[in-house]
T-cell receptor
Framework: EAQVTQNPRYLITVTGKKLTVTCSQNMNHEYMSWYRQDPGLGLRQIYYSMNVEVTDKGDVPEGYKVSRKEKRNFPLILESPSPNQTSLYFC??????????????FGPGTRLTVT | DAKTTQPPSMDCAEGRAANLPCNHSTISGNEYVYWYRQIHSQGPQYIIHGLKNNETNEMASLIITEDRKSSTLILPHATLRDTAVYYCIVRGAAGNKLTFGGGTRVLVKP
């Protein structure tokens, strides 16, 4: 089954304790992206990757890192989480943007709470 | 990417068609209209997209006006499981991120 998976689904952590949220897709998609969703602010893009070893900042990259060493994986790293990073996080993937429409497929979400 | 305007909410009777409008008056010629939905706090789910022509798939139909300034998503036989927030998004082919606005909160009632 074609899907985007995220782990963990739920995480409660403390300020400053490094964490990684994993994202994996099995559709051989070049493009992957991370969003965060907060009440009243909708979904905002954090980082995206057009292909392996190619990443770029989205709208709200501060406090986050990403890496893309393999095509299927795109982990989101919070080196020193803070309470304002408490949010619902979604990973998404699609074929590489370019000619034609590109529907994005989203993971189930990771609810992160930083105390 | 062009901005979209949707009604904040609407109710629909189970088994009836749900017609969700979207205005995108500043859409440019190479921009697609996408529809996604988000059920509770699940990941957004792709529904359908179109450029100029009307489109239909197993989930819904998309009607785009001739001037492309507005569109309507049609859920032909709404079920309780269709209760969700529906987002209309306009994006060019080269664009990568999806800009989610407020969407339309659809409540399907028995």
């Amino acid at each position: 089954e074609a899907q985007v998976t995220q782990n963990p689904r739920y995480l409660i952590t403390v300020t400053g304790k490094k964490l990684t949220v994993t994202c994996s897709q099995n559709m051989n998609h070049e493009y992957m992206s991370w969003y965060r969703q907060d009440p009243g602010l909708g979904l905002r893009q954090i980082y995206y990757s057009m292909n392996v070893e190619v990443t770029d900042k989205g709208d709200v990259p501060e406090g986050y890192k990403v890496s893309r060493k393999e095509k299927r994986n795109f982990p989101l790293i919070l080196e020193s989480p803070s309470p304002n990073q408490t949010s619902l996080y979604f990973c998404a993937s699609s074929l590489r943007p370019g000619q034609g429409a590109r529907e994005q497929y989203f993971g189930p979400g990771t609810r992160l709470t930083v105390t | 990417d062009a901005k979209t305007t949707q009604p904040p909410s609407m109710d629909c009777a189970e088994g009836r068609a749900a017609n969700l409008p979207c205005n995108h008056s500043t859409i440019s010629g190479n921009e697609y209209v996408y529809w996604y939905r988000q059920i509770h706090s699940q990941g957004p789910q792709y529904i359908i997209h179109g450029l100029k022509n009307n489109e239909t798939n197993e989930m819904a139909s998309l009607i785009i006006t001739e001037d492309r300034k507005s569109s309507t998503l049609i859920l032909p036989h709404a079920t309780l499981r269709d209760t969700a927030v529906y987002y209309c998004i306009v994006r060019g082919a080269a664009g990568n991120k999806l800009t989610f606005g407020g969407g339309t909160r659809v409540l399907v009632k028995p």
